[in-house]
T-cell receptor, first 115, second 109 residues
Framework: EAQVTQNPRYLITVTGKKLTVTCSQN?????MSWYRQDPGLGLRQIYY???????DKGDVPEGYKVSRKEKRNFPLILESPSPNQTSLYFC??????????????FGPGTRLTVL | DAKTTQPTSMDCAEGRAANLPCNHS???????VYWYRQIHSQGPQYIIH???NNETNEMASLIITEDRKSSTLILPHATLRDTAVYYC??????????FGTGTRLQVTL
């Protein structure tokens, strides 16, 4: 089944403890992206990747890192999480970038709480 | 990318057609109109997209006005499972989808 998977789905952690949220897609998509969703602010893009080894900042990249060593995986890294990073995170992928007029597939989300 | 305006919320009776409007008066010639929906806190789900012709798929129909300044998403026979937030997105050159606040559709018995 074609899908985007994220792990973990739920995570409660403490300030400063490094964590990684994994994202994987099995559709051979070139484009991958991370969004966060907060009440009243909607979905905002954190980072995106056009292809392997190509990543770029989205609208809210501060406090996050990403890597794209393989086409299928696009992990989101929080080196030193803070409470303002408490949010619902979504990974997305598509065959080509959004400006190429194609459908994006979203993962099920990761609900992160930083105490 | 062009800005979109949608009503905050709408209600629809189950079995009836749900018509969700979207204004995008600043849309430019190469920008497409996309619709996604988000059921509760699940990941957004693609519904349909179009440029200037009306489009239909197994989920919905998309009607775009001739001047392309507005569009309507039509769910022909809404069910309770269609209760969700519906996002109208216009994109052309950006490297991301810009989600606004969307329309919260409540389908009732």
């Amino acid at each position: 089944e074609a899908q985007v998977t994220q792990n973990p789905r739920y995570l409660i952690t403490v300030t400063g403890k490094k964590l990684t949220v994994t994202c994987s897609q099995n559709m051979n998509h070139e484009y991958m992206s991370w969004y966060r969703q907060d009440p009243g602010l909607g979905l905002r893009q954190i980072y995106y990747s056009m292809n392997v080894e190509v990543t770029d900042k989205g609208d809210v990249p501060e406090g996050y890192k990403v890597s794209r060593k393989e086409k299928r995986n696009f992990p989101l890294i929080l080196e030193s999480p803070s409470p303002n990073q408490t949010s619902l995170y979504f990974c997305a992928s598509s065959l080509r970038p959004p400006y190429s007029y194609n459908e994006q597939f979203f993962g099920p989300g990761t609900r992160l709480t930083v105490l | 990318d062009a800005k979109t305006t949608q009503p905050t919320s709408m209600d629809c009776a189950e079995g009836r057609a749900a018509n969700l409007p979207c204004n995008h008066s600043t849309i430019s010639g190469n920008e497409y109109v996309y619709w996604y929906r988000q059921i509760h806190s699940q990941g957004p789900q693609y519904i349909i997209h179009g440029l200037k012709n009306n489009e239909t798929n197994e989920m919905a129909s998309l009607i775009i006005t001739e001047d392309r300044k507005s569009s309507t998403l039509i769910l022909p026979h809404a069910t309770l499972r269609d209760t969700a937030v519906y996002y109208c997105i216009v994109t052309g050159t950006a490297s991301k989808l810009t989600f606004g606040t969307g329309t919260r559709l409540q389908v009732t018995l």
